[in-house]
């Protein structure tokens, strides 16, 4: 089975701080994306890449950024983290004609 | 663009209960359709997906069929148990794009 692999359940920093959020896949998936997952909005599309070195802005990009230097790896990075920015974020892969494979998800809280 | 409208939630029924989620979607060409499972604490699992019209998708005891017609993929089950409490997410898949309903927050009381 494809795995996707976030690097932390839960995580607490601080306004202010650069936060870095990994996500690792290991079926040589092309498609990888970035959600933020927040109550009664459903799941967002922050960023998402089609191939390495790639990437494209979703429906909600301000305040994020995102690195994809190896196909297998797609790095969200909150370049100046601040409170509204406290949510789940999930991590997904596919191939080009398939459904998602989600992570486990990552449970961000600024303080 | 494409789009789905997911019921609103909470639903929350009795064990052995009948099961209706319903979904219905707006999209250009022929898309794909998806019903995704949020266990509480997870991520999501594909539970189940139709890539054409009147096909039906099934696992678990839960099923979906992809009505053109009506533009809905309905996700049923005849009997629902205390492990089926989660939150369901209908999805539509066209040009690459997948995009989310809002989800549905299903309780199974004992």
């Known amino acids: 089975d494809v795995k996707v692999t976030q690097s932390s359940r839960y995580l607490v920093k601080r306004t202010g701080e650069k936060v870095f959020l990994e996500c690792v896949q290991d079926?040589?998936?092309?498609?990888m994306f970035w959600y933020r997952q927040d109550p009664g909005l459903g799941l967002r599309l922050i960023y998402f890449?089609?191939?390495?070195?790639?990437?494209e802005k979703g429906d909600i990009p301000e305040g994020y950024s995102v690195s994809r230097e190896k196909k297998e790896r797609f790095s969200l990075i909150l370049e100046s983290a601040s409170t509204n920015q406290t949510s789940m974020y999930l991590c997904?892969?596919?191939?080009?004609?398939?459904?998602?494979?989600f992570g486990s998800g990552t449970r961000l809280t600024v303080v | 663009g494409n789009s789905v409208t997911q019921m609103e939630g909470p639903v929350t029924l009795s064990e052995e209960a009948f099961l209706t989620i319903n979904c219905t979607y707006t999209a250009t060409g022929y898309p794909s359709l998806f019903w995704y499972v949020q266990y509480p604490g997870e991520g999501l699992q594909l539970l189940l997906k139709a890539t054409k019209a009147d096909d039906k998708g099934s696992n678990k005891g839960f099923e979906a069929t992809y009505r053109k017609e009506t533009t809905s993929f309905h996700l049923e089950k005849g009997s629902v148990q205390v492990s089926d409490s989660a939150v369901y997410f209908c999805?539509?898949?066209?040009?690459?794009?997948?995009?989310f309903g809002a989800g549905t927050r299903l309780t199974v009381k004992p």
């Open positions: 999805a539509l898949m066209g040009n690459n794009d997948m995009r």
């Open positions: 997904a892969s596919s191939l080009v004609t398939a459904g998602y494979t």
């Open positions: 079926m040589d998936h092309e498609n």
């Open positions: 890449s089609y191939d390495v070195k790639m990437k």
